[in-house]
């Protein structure tokens, strides 16, 4: 633990060097991660890395709201400026923030404004501090992680301050438990993926898109991955397809326009649609729109060894036959238990763009229903250790 101590303390004085350096701190706000101003408390603590967590913890939010008795006042925080502007703008009953750097004056500060009565970490945002933090404050474990993955931790010596977590898969879990020592006093699961939860709890089945005009979404793609999505472009524009392409990240528009451009590719922007062109998405919150109206699509995260597939199961409660790449870093047991039941399709090579499979819906809805009880019993399994923590939650 002196280890990671250092290790914080270090990270935190090279944080205040950057800040010092107007763009660094311009770009990233360092500053505010490191000083605030944070809302007054006390508040329900949620923090997720980026957009695809923070959407998950805005409709858990939601849920939490209509589900739990007294629920108190909600703060969602995430690393990055864009989404926390997009939380902002959600019209949600919540506040939305940027997340502390995890050094010790920073979350010191931090917790003497925010006062978190509790914690919700989603996925894998196991930060030593913000553990230590809890442990600290609290009498008993008050740390939820949910919808989590877990590979490896670089210190498990905090993860006694976690009280309740639902992991996506028994692979998940049994790396978990087993990092713990199967010694710390957490009640863990497995729940699936949180992501669908919105939907798992609606009741509503997977239909298929009415008069879809859009052949293929390619979803949060990155310019890293542009030399296999020019081959699946070049492909698509020569059946004269119409295709939506999102970019990941905001700054990288520029670039995939560039790109198309040097191609030669008609390209014009969304909302409007056509045969033989790409039609490219240059703000936040449109996927649900685009792929209202799209027959497949392709998720990005998937065609450079070094990312991470990004959010497959979006398109596949939407009834979109959902096609992910070569690599599915960060998410590979969800990945490929959706590939051994032909709910999703690999696209191994850009060359097999145009033969690639195309799921049956009723396997989709299969597999969508087998999620569905996990998450809703996690869910439910989720707000009764709210419920039974000892303060006003």
């Known amino acids: 633990m002196i280890g990671i101590n250092v290790i914080r303390g270090a990270f935190g004085a090279a944080a205040w060097a950057a800040a010092k350096v107007p763009v660094l701190n311009a770009r990233f706000k360092i500053n505010s991660r490191l000083e605030g101003p944070w809302p007054e408390g006390p508040f329900l603590w949620l923090h997720g890395a980026s957009l695809g967590e923070c959407r998950m913890l805005l409709n858990l939010s939601k849920c939490l709201q209509e589900d739990l008795p007294n629920c108190p006042r909600i703060l969602i925080t995430s690393q990055k400026t864009e989404v926390v502007e997009f939380l902002k703008a959600s019209g949600a009953s919540i506040e939305a923030a940027l997340a502390p750097v995890d050094t010790p004056q920073a979350m010191t500060r ?195 060894r070094t990312l991470g597939v990004h959010d497959f199961w979006e398109p596949l409660q939407m009834g979109v036959s959902t096609c992910v790449g070569p690599f599915s870093r960060g998410q590979t047991d969800s990945v490929e238990a959706l590939l051994r039941e032909g709910a999703i399709a690999k696209i191994n090579t850009p060359m097999d763009f145009n033969s690639r499979a195309i799921p049956d819906i009723k396997l989709v809805r299969g597999f969508l229903n087998h999620e569905r009880e996990k998450i809703v019993a996690s869910y439910d399994a989720f707000l009764n250790y709210l419920k039974g923590l000892n303060k006003s939650v």
Request: glycine share 6%; proline share 4%; aromatic share 8%.
């Open 110 to 304: 931090f917790v003497k404004t925010v006062l978190p009565i509790a914690l919700v970490l989603a996925e894998n945002e196991l930060w030593p501090g913000y553990l230590s933090t809890m442990r600290k404050l609290m009498l008993e474990p008050s740390v939820a992680l949910i919808s989590g993955r877990f590979y490896r931790c670089v210190d498990c010596s905090e993860l006694s301050s976690i009280g309740f977590a639902s992991m996506q898969t028994g692979a998940d879990l049994t790396r978990f438990v087993a990092a713990g020592e199967f010694t710390f006093p957490v009640k863990a699961i497995i729940g699936g993926d949180w992501k669908l939860l919105a939907w798992a709890r609606s009741g509503k089945e997977v239909e298929i898109p009415e008069n879809p005009k859009v052949d293929t979404a390619f979803l949060s793609m990155h310019i890293k991955e542009w030399a296999s999505l020019q081959r699946m472009l070049v492909a698509a524009m020569q059946r004269e397809e119409a295709v939506v392409l999102i970019p990941r990240r905001a700054e990288e528009l520029a670039a995939f326009r560039e790109q198309m451009r040097e191609q030669e590719m008609v390209v014009v922007d969304w909302p409007s649609v056509e045969k033989g062109a790409v039609s490219l998405v240059s703000s936040f919150g449109q996927t649900k729109d685009v792929l209202a109206i799209s027959k497949t699509a392709v998720v990005g995260g998937s065609f450079a």
